[in-house]
């Protein structure tokens, strides 16, 4: 059963109703709690964590942060309290600290919120959605609230209701109306499709009843207004003792953590509905003016992109703003009439800058700091010392970072990055590095809350980041199976310069490949060990041992990748071509043309993609990859190529293979277009083989024709359809043409056409007009009279001629150049 909710004046505690991350709810209970002034202030909450409330006195604690509550013996059980500046828990417990009254949290204990395990880890914080998810349908309080005020915007009537009320004269009275609504909510829908809330709540009503007992009726409470009709109502104790009886429960440990506004933006748990967490910091922040301060923060951004944005920009924006709110029946602007004015004023109707203001402004990239007295795993303080050593801060913002591995700061910035990643915290993503070298690394960061959970997790493996990332490689080394996966790690493992765990890799990689006879399995095997020792080279670490593993798997691969390619199905064929490419790209990085050794490799290679260039059994693309290898490496040159072309192409190959051929030989991603556009012979062989394939097999092998060239640039496809449509640029004989459309000699008259058009551009001393020593002489026509000189004006001095035909600036002469095309006017 409910009741209305009690206040002091009927002499129970003060139970203030809110909405989670509600500026305007947090003004109000600071203003409440100002003017009642309770002995002792319970927040909705995790009880474990009232040790660490009084952190948040700390000047080194800057919200947003969020309790964080794991289980101890699985850490990726987890559930998040967030608290950003403006949530009222936050106000709350900051008003307690600073006016000397009690402080705790009454909410169920999160070692019985974690032990359902019903969620997964961090994914839905405890709160006003609690860890624990129930089956069926879920009401919504704000939304039927607005629905039966005929709004069809639950967040629009929020702020016209709560956030543009102006609490100055009775403070209480909107927790009053908010209560007496909730009341009637709760008694229309009952549980509203939470049914774990009854539990929440009678753990919630035996603190209220402690509390009121020490206190007597100083005690405030602030919690979801969901939850007020049922600390109001009248319940009796033995009831509340039976919801609790026999809860699971497991061994918990919290701590405070940062905490980003991007975080608050999803629709989890205190998280849920707030799409504009800057927004709403903004206005809990404002002193006044929220509207004008607003617009003044949007127009400092566009500035800062390089828009020009003035001073009428905002000025009329903030008229609009409130015009727009006028017209809708709003009391004040909100964000939806100051983005359409931003949007019409500053944006010139464009949604592109908008989306900037939405992800800097309106969502925000806050990230919260905790106190380094917060309890903490000892990896997570390692991790600290860490960032602070390398300068490498944690940021909400996404931002791209460019590693020099010749600087020591830089190289250590890679290692913790790659250890990081290693044990599964994935703070950075690498990226393709802009540069061709080896010694430099790009990364994509950005901290989100989650990963304290997963530094949690970590902390299993060891105290510091690199013994427990060592810890881990060991273990993973011990349980891979497959030899791919095994080189990958032994890759993590020098890029992280993990120095002791790299032979215990090492040693299983050599174990593994000692008895795997896959050849598949060898190829990509080996780019992995290429690669680390390049990197063993870069990064001064040392790869011995991994030298003769390549070298042994190399030779293997030598040996059985022939047989391996014979009698392969289509899938197969285009598998086995991705190992082919990944092998030769790998002998190149372990051939040294210095070496002997390195040059009888790179010999033993090119026999092997010419045995597999002539073999019949061996699958047609194939056969064309290792034809094209070997000329790319200049093995044999582009005559040769040629033959190989014109026997795969031959009247007597099946369309199908001869299309395969095609496909290894110019397919893909390596230049293969670009080969036919500068060589003509074998353009002129594809083209040929093309024409003459019958109608009836040409649509079999269309398809993969059409695979094979939609690879290519536009550009590339663009220059071939030219070329092939001119035909060959050779002539077959005397008098004939040299490509259809073309004539067989030039035409004068055609191209003397020109020469008016070149005279009206240039002037009467242009091509075709009088003085031009380009045009032709015409012996019907006078010499004009020469200007005799003018001898009170100074000659000009002479232009110095360069032999080689540049002027003194050594440019060539070019009707390219506007002064040129004066000069051959005059």
């Not at 203001?357 to 309106?362: E, P």
């Not at 649509?699 to 640039?713: H, M, N, Q, S, W």
Request: hydrophobic content about 45%.
């Amino acid at each position: 059963m409910t009741a209305p909710a009690a206040t002091p004046a009927t002499g129970g505690p003060l139970l203030l109703g809110v909405r989670h991350h509600g500026p305007g709810s947090a003004r109000a209970v600071r203003a409440a709690l100002d003017a009642a002034r309770p002995s002792a202030v319970l927040i909705e909450g995790p009880p474990e964590g009232d040790a660490l409330l009084a952190l948040a006195a700390d000047e080194a604690m800057r919200p947003p942060v969020a309790l964080l509550a794991h289980a101890v013996d699985d850490p990726g059980r987890a559930a998040f309290w967030p608290m950003a500046e403006f949530s009222p828990e936050w106000v709350a417990i900051r008003w307690a600290l600073d006016h000397g009254a009690q402080v705790r949290l009454i909410d169920l204990p999160a070692a019985h919120a974690l032990a359902t395990g019903e969620e997964p880890a961090g994914e839905e914080p405890a709160g006003e959605d609690s860890a624990q998810q129930d089956a069926g349908p879920r009401v919504d309080p704000i939304g039927a609230l607005a629905e039966a005020a005929g709004y069809d915007d639950p967040e629009r009537w929020w702020e016209d209701v709560i956030e543009h009320r102006d609490i100055a004269t009775d403070p209480r009275a909107p927790f009053a109306a908010l209560a007496e609504a909730m009341a009637v909510l709760r008694e229309t829908y009952g549980d509203g499709g939470h049914p774990r809330d009854l539990i929440r709540e009678a753990h919630m009503r035996q603190q209220l009843r402690a509390a009121v007992r020490e206190f007597g009726s100083e005690v405030a409470v602030v919690c979801g207004a969901w939850h007020v009709p049922a600390l109001a109502g009248k319940f009796t104790v033995a009831a509340d003792r039976a919801l609790l009886k026999g809860l699971p429960k497991v061994k918990t440990e919290l701590t405070w953590v940062p905490w980003t506004h991007h975080r608050l933006a999803r629709h989890s748990g205190y998280g849920a509905g707030i799409d504009s967490p800057g927004w709403y910091g903004h206005l809990f922040a404002a002193p006044d003016r929220p509207v004008e301060r607003w617009m003044t923060k949007v127009a400092g951004l566009l500035r800062a992109e390089d828009r020009q944005i003035s001073s009428a920009h905002v000025i009329e924006a903030v008229r609009l703003a409130g015009t727009l709110a006028a017209m809708r029946g709003r009391p004040l602007p909100g964000l939806a009439e100051t983005t359409d004015a931003v949007r019409a004023v500053m944006c010139e109707g464009s949604d592109v800058p908008l989306g900037l203001i939405q992800d800097r402004l309106i969502v925000g990239d806050v990230l919260g700091e905790v106190p380094d007295a917060a309890p903490a795993v000892p990896l997570q303080r390692d991790l600290v010392r860490a960032q602070r050593t390398l300068r490498l801060k944690p940021e909400a913002l996404e931002r791209e970072l460019e590693l020099d591995l010749r600087k020591e700061t830089d190289a250590g910035r890679s290692r913790l990055l790659h250890r990081l990643s290693l044990l599964g915290i994935g703070w950075g993503e690498q990226t393709r590095a802009r540069s061709t070298g080896t010694f430099r690394e790009n990364w994509r960061l950005r901290w989100e809350p989650e990963l304290s959970v997963r530094v949690a997790e970590a902390g299993v493996w060891g105290t510091t980041v690199l013994g427990a990332a060592t810890a881990k490689a060991e273990s993973e080394a011990a349980a891979a199976s497959a030899l791919g996966t095994i080189t990958a790690l032994a890759e993590r493992c020098l890029l992280a310069e993990l120095p002791d765990a790299l032979p215990v890799v090492m040693r299983a990689l050599a174990d593994r490949a000692a008895l795997d006879t896959d050849v598949a399995h060898l190829a990509q095997a080996l780019p992995a060990l290429a690669r680390t020792l390049r990197y063993g080279d870069v990064r001064g670490t040392t790869t011995a041992g991994l030298a003769e593993v390549a070298a042994g798997l190399a030779e293997r691969i030598c040996v059985g990748l022939p047989p391996a390619c014979a009698a392969l199905d289509a899938d197969g064929a285009a598998e086995m071509r991705t190992h082919v490419d990944a092998v030769h790209s790998a002998i190149g990085l372990l051939a040294d043309p210095a070496g002997a050794g390195a040059d009888g490799l790179r010999e033993r290679w090119s026999a092997v993609l010419g045995r597999l260039a002539t073999r019949e059994t061996v699958p047609g693309v194939l056969r064309g990859r290792a034809v094209r290898l070997l000329l790319d490496d200049g093995r044999i040159g582009s005559e040769n190529a040629a033959r190989h072309m014109g026997l795969a192409l031959s009247p007597g190959t099946a369309p199908a293979d001869a299309a395969a051929w095609i496909e290894g030989f110019v397919g893909g991603a390596s230049g293969g277009g670009m080969l036919l556009v500068h060589d003509e012979r074998l353009r002129g062989l594809v083209d040929g083989w093309l024409t003459s394939v019958a109608p009836e097999a040409f649509t079999d092998v269309l398809p993969l024709l059409r695979r094979t060239f939609a690879a290519y640039e536009a550009g590339v496809r663009r220059t071939l359809g030219e070329l092939v449509r001119r035909g060959p640029a050779v002539r077959t004989g005397p008098g004939e043409a040299a490509a259809p459309g073309f004539g067989t000699a030039l035409d004068a008259a055609r191209a003397d056409a020109v020469l008016p058009l070149l005279a009206l551009l240039l002037g009467p001393g242009g091509p075709g007009g009088t003085g031009d020593p380009a045009s032709p002489a015409d012996p019907t026509r006078p010499a004009a009279p020469k200007k005799p000189a003018d001898p009170k004006k100074p000659a000009a001095p002479k232009k110095p001629v360069d032999p080689n035909g540049t002027d003194e600036l050594g440019a060539p002469g070019s009707l390219d150049d506007p002064n040129d095309l004066v000069g051959v006017g005059k």
